[in-house]
C-alpha cells in the first residue's frame, strides 16, 4: 500500500492487483506514484511488480538488476520513476549548484536517445551530490534495455521547484 496523505493528498494507492498483506511495508514515494499513473490509466495488460532501488546502489549492481528484468521469454514494460538533480536554483532543497544544469542535461539527452550507454556512465558520486535520485533507476533501465535497440523521445524537461523531472518514452 502507499499513500500521498504525508503531502496533504488524501489519496491511497495499492501497487498490482488484490490487498496487500497485513502489516505490509508502505511504498516508497516514486512506487505509489508509479501505482498511482498505472490505476490511474486502467492499467490491466499484465501483472505489475515494484522494485525500489535505492540512490547509493552501484551502477553495476543496477545494470545486473535491469538485465535480470529483461531476461525473461516475455515481454517486459517498465515505467521508470526518478528525479534528476535537486540543486537547480538557490530555492531548490539542495540550493544551487552550478553543476546540476549540465548533469541534468546529459541525463535528458540521454533518456530522450534511449541512449543506455550514457546513463550506464553516469556519476554516482556526482548523482549523489546533486540529489539526483533517479541515476539508479535510469542505470536499472539502461541494463534492460542494452542491446534492445530502443528509441526515445523525450516528452518532458523541466525544473520546477528546482528539481530536474523529465518524462521519455522508449520503444
Same mark, same amino acid.
Given at each position: 500500500p502507499g499513500s500521498f496523505r504525508g503531502f496533504g493528498a488524501a489519496v491511497d494507492v495499492v501497487l498490482g492487483s488484490g490487498t496487500p498483506a497485513p502489516g505490509a511495508a508502505p511504498l516508497p514515494a516514486s512506487l505509489a506514484v508509479g501505482a498511482w499513473l498505472l490505476a490511474d490509466h486502467g492499467w490491466a495488460a499484465c501483472p505489475v511488480e515494484g522494485l525500489a532501488v535505492g540512490t547509493g546502489c552501484p551502477p553495476g549492481r543496477c545494470a545486473e538488476l535491469g538485465a535480470g528484468l529483461a531476461a525473461g521469454p516475455a515481454r517486459t514494460a517498465l515505467l521508470v520513476l526518478g528525479d534528476g538533480s535537486a540543486?537547480?536554483?538557490?530555492? !531548490?532543497?539542495?540550493?544551487?549548484?552550478?553543476? !546540476?544544469a549540465p548533469y541534468d542535461a546529459l541525463a535528458a539527452e540521454a533518456l530522450g536517445a534511449a541512449d543506455t550507454a550514457a546513463l550506464a556512465g553516469l556519476d554516482p558520486v556526482l548523482a549523489e551530490e546533486l540529489g539526483a535520485a533517479g541515476r539508479a533507476p535510469w542505470q536499472v533501465l539502461a541494463g534492460a534495455a542494452a542491446g534492445a535497440g530502443l528509441a526515445g523521445k523525450l516528452l518532458y524537461d523541466e525544473a520546477p521547484y528546482g528539481v530536474g523531472y523529465f518524462v521519455a518514452a522508449w520503444s
Open positions: 540543486c537547480r536554483t538557490v530555492k !531548490a532543497p539542495g540550493y544551487l549548484d552550478e553543476r !546540476a
